[in-house]
């Protein structure tokens, strides 16, 4: 079993920023919540990586069948439940680009289901909270 490290540092203020291999992410929080709002905050980030990860799904299909990606985009609503006060539902949307073969549509909807980061919400992974 292989393992991958993250080193979370705390740079000033509510900063607090991961290296992860040769990249720093920085994260903060907005100004009405004691930050900086000086980078996205850490839940902002995951958000994105479900967006990106489906994103990199869709494109990597196009690229394998030499389909064009100009125009195509991706948008992701995130719907808030105020009772349970959490997202209860994520409706990922890719706008095709013109000219895409209808025939690959379902296909391209299959791969973007694949996505890595869905898959570790959906069983999630065994968390393990120690302090020394």
């Known amino acids: 079993m292989s393992k991958t490290l993250l080193e979370v540092t705390f740079p000033g203020g509510k900063r607090v920023d991961a290296k992860i291999g040769k990249f720093t992410i920085k994260t903060d929080q907005p100004v009405w919540s004691g930050g900086e709002g000086s980078a996205p905050e850490p839940f902002q980030l995951f958000l994105a990586s479900i967006a990106t990860c489906a994103g990199i799904y869709a494109v990597s299909f196009c690229q394998s069948r030499e389909i064009n990606t100009e125009g195509m985009h ?26 895409f073969d209808p025939k690959y549509k379902k ?26």
Do not use: Q
Not at 90 to 98: A, G, T, V, W, Y
Not at 117 to 122: D, G
């Open 107 to 132: 296909a391209i909807i299959r791969s973007m289901d694949l996505c890595a980061v869905k898959k570790h919400m959906i069983e999630p992974p065994e968390f393990e909270i120690t302090a020394t």
């Open 74 to 99: 991706l948008t992701m609503e995130c719907e808030w439940d105020d009772e349970r006060k959490r997202y209860s539902k994520f409706s990922i949307n890719l706008k095709l680009p013109d000219g």
